[in-house]
T-cell receptor, first 112, second 111 residues
Framework: QKEVEQNSGPLSVPEGAIASLNCTYSDRGSQSFFWYRQYSGKSPELIMSIYSNGDKEDGRFTAQLNKASQYVSLLIRDSQPSDSATYLCAVRNAGNNRKLIWGLGTSLAVNP | DTAVSQTPKYLVTQMGNDKSIKCEQNLGHDTMYWYKQDSKKFLKIMFSYNNKELIINETVPNRFSPKSPDKAHLNLHINSLELGDSAVYFC??????????FGEGSRLTVL
């Protein structure tokens, strides 16, 4: 079983819609959760970090964490073509304090 | 003003050669990392240093040798390059176990 799983996509949404990206993880002791965006040929860029259950909003982005169900999601409201990228979920567990476990990423395409 | 900078951005070299990649961060972070991203786009941790001390050393061939002269710098030296070493190598830094910030990447092509 993979430690951090994401649907590879591509996830295709029309411009202006809500894009929903999901990530599940296997280590119940995980403490920190991150979403990164990576454009083709560029480096990963941090979008959001979340540490406690519930929702965290930043502009058009909302991260949702449910530790009981071991999933973290990212919602992008009013999706724009510039949001088209690969979204990487990363999870840090309690045992390896500086080692992030990465998902393979979900490719998002926002169509004008 | 670049927070995490890597040099060079591109390397093209022959099999068997040795090459180095340098990384510097000006964020005041205490932890630095080397990641490898291959053609399948998976980000694989290679090494991590905290205040010049090696804290993560994944299963990496010993042809790869990191060196951290101080907490703002982390270099990667690769001996006897092989075709399979072709990838993008990312340097990153963080403050303790916080968020990672990545450099722009160094694309290595081994011919």
């Amino acid at each position: 079983q993979k430690e951090v799983e994401q649907n590879s996509g591509p996830l295709s949404v029309p411009e202006g819609a809500i894009a929903s990206l999901n990530c599940t993880y296997s280590d119940r002791g995980s403490q920190s959760f991150f979403w990164y965006r990576q454009y083709s040929g560029k480096s990963p860029e941090l979008i959001m970090s979340i540490y406690s259950n519930g929702d965290k909003e930043d502009g058009r982005f909302t991260a949702q964490l449910n530790k009981a169900s071991q999933y973290v999601s990212l919602l992008i409201r009013d999706s724009q073509p510039s949001d088209s990228a690969t979204y990487l979920c990363a999870v840090r567990n309690a045992g390896n304090n500086r080692k992030l476990i990465w998902g393979l990423g979900t490719s998002l395409a926002v169509n004008p | 003003d670049t927070a995490v900078s890597q040099t060079p951005k591109y390397l093209v070299t022959q099999m068997g050669n040795d090459k180095s990649i340098k990384c510097e961060q000006n964020l005041g972070h205490d932890t630095m990392y080397w990641y490898k991203q291959d053609s399948k786009k998976f980000l694989k941790i290679m090494f991590s240093y905290n205040n010049k001390e090696l804290i993560i050393n994944e299963t990496v061939p010993n042809r790869f040798s990191p060196k951290s002269p101080d907490k703002a710098h982390l270099n990667l030296h690769i001996n006897s390059l092989e075709l399979g070493d072709s990838a993008v190598y990312f340097c990153a830094s963080s403050l303790a176990a916080g968020e990672l910030f990545f450099g722009e990447g160094s694309r290595l092509t081994v011919l």
